[in-house]
Nanobody, 122 residues
Framework: QVQLAESGGGSVQPGGSLRLSCAAS????????MGWYRQPPGKERELVAQITAGHSTNYADSVKGRFTVSRDNAKNTVYLQMNNLRPEDTAVYYC????????????????WGQGTQVTVSS
């Protein structure tokens, strides 16, 4: 059983900052990537930022230069530092962990946090 506990969401003014945290617990044989998705009101869920086991990163074009994804392996935690927030960043943010559940697994599993609300408004 894998559980992801998210924290750090809230309401800020444009230009403000927030830091999201996601702590993973349970057993994953090998983690491929950890990251964040978001779902703005009335829109599809989209990838925001991702960090792989090899520490390469992927970002949505809309957040490049403003958001930074990082991880702490000792704490099994992934973070999303969000700076210079904009109203269009308003969304529910979901932590995602992708990994192999067992040593002989041939496909990935995706695990999801419960979602945390980020609201950016003046």
């Amino acid at each position: 059983q894998v559980q992801l506990a998210e924290s750090g969401g809230g309401s800020v003014q444009p230009g403000g900052s927030l830091r999201l945290s996601c702590a993973a617990s349970g057993n994953i044989f090998a983690t491929v990537a950890m990251g964040w998705y978001r779902q703005p009101p009335g829109k599809e869920r989209e990838l925001v930022a991702q960090i792989t086991a090899g520490h390469s990163t992927n970002y949505a074009d809309s957040v490049k230069g403003r958001f930074t994804v990082s991880r702490d392996n000792a704490k099994n935690t992934v973070y999303l530092q969000m700076n210079n927030l904009r109203p269009e960043d308003t969304a529910v943010y979901y932590c995602n962990v992708r990994g192999y559940p067992a040593y002989n697994s041939r496909t990935f599993d995706d695990y999801w946090g419960q979602g945390t609300q980020v609201t950016v408004s003046s």
